[in-house]
């Protein structure tokens, strides 16, 4: 069993910057690829950016690189997400997202991971 618990959401104003905290615990072998989602109101889950094996490889969504940074730390037990420069289209619920190697065959897609957290509340004010 894997256990994923958010934190660090909040609200912004447009060209802020928040920094997402996801501590994962449980199975190693099961969470080699983590990544985070996010969800706004009436929009499919849709994936934001994941990393493999401590950051060797990461992966961002177009509308999300440059902006955003993935890590990993703590040996591989809490990842972040940077968030600069926001848009209110950054509105959303994120999900960190824990899945095995084959994630990495469609990193952005919610059915290659097997756990999620809970969810934390990111909002953008224009």
């Known amino acids: 069993q894997v256990q994923l618990v958010e934190s660090g959401g909040g609200s912004v104003q447009t060209g802020g910057s928040l920094r997402l905290s996801c501590a994962a615990s449980?199975?190693?072998?099961?969470?080699?690829?983590m990544a985070w989602f996010r969800q706004a109101d009436g929009k499919e889950r849709e994936g934001v950016a994941a990393?493999?094996?401590?950051?060797?490889?990461?992966y961002y969504a177009a509308s999300v690189k440059g902006r955003f940074t993935i890590s990993q730390h703590n040996n591989g037990n809490t990842v972040y997400l940077q968030m600069n420069s926001l848009k209110p289209e950054d509105t959303a619920v994120y999900y960190c997202?824990?899945?095995?190697?084959?994630?990495?065959?469609?990193?952005?897609?919610?059915?290659?991971?097997?756990?999620w957290g809970q969810g934390t509340q990111v909002t953008v004010s224009s």
């Open positions: 990393i493999y094996n401590g950051g060797v490889s990461t």
């Open positions: 997202a824990a899945g095995p190697l084959g994630a990495l065959a469609s990193w952005f897609t919610p059915r290659y991971y097997n756990y």
């Open positions: 449980g199975a190693t072998s099961s969470r080699n690829v």
